[in-house]
Nanobody, 123 residues
């Protein structure tokens, strides 16, 4: 069992930056693929970024060049640095963990989920 706790969300203006954190416990952290997803009101949960334990990263097209996923294995924490935020980035952001190395851009690839943190970007 993996327990995930996100933090770092908030209300910002367009163009601002935020860094989300997700602390994991209960499992060998280095073997996990870690991902970030987001869900806007009335919409399905969508992939944002992921990083495997070996360092392979993947990003959704609309966040490439603006968002960066990183992980600190010593702290059992994964981060999502979000720069140049846009109103369309507004959503609840979820941290996820799983054991797959491939197909990591879809919800079913992940077995564990955090409770989510709200990010609101005003125009």
């Amino acid at each position: 069992q993996v327990h995930l706790v996100e933090s770092g969300g908030g209300l910002v203006q367009a163009g601002d930056s935020l860094r989300l954190s997700c602390a994991a416990s209960g499992h060998r952290f280095t073997g996990l693929t870690l991902g970030w997803f987001r869900q806007a009101p009335g919409k399905e949960r969508k992939f944002v970024a992921a990083k495997t334990w070996s360092g392979t990263t993947s990003y959704e097209d609309s966040v490439k060049g603006r968002f960066t996923i990183s992980r600190d294995n010593a702290k059992n924490t994964v981060y999502l640095q979000m720069n140049s935020l846009k109103p369309e980035d507004t959503a609840i952001y979820y941290c996820a963990a799983g054991n797959r190395l491939g197909g990591i851009t879809v919800v079913p690839a992940y077995d564990y989920w955090g409770q989510g943190t709200q990010v609101t970007v005003s125009s």
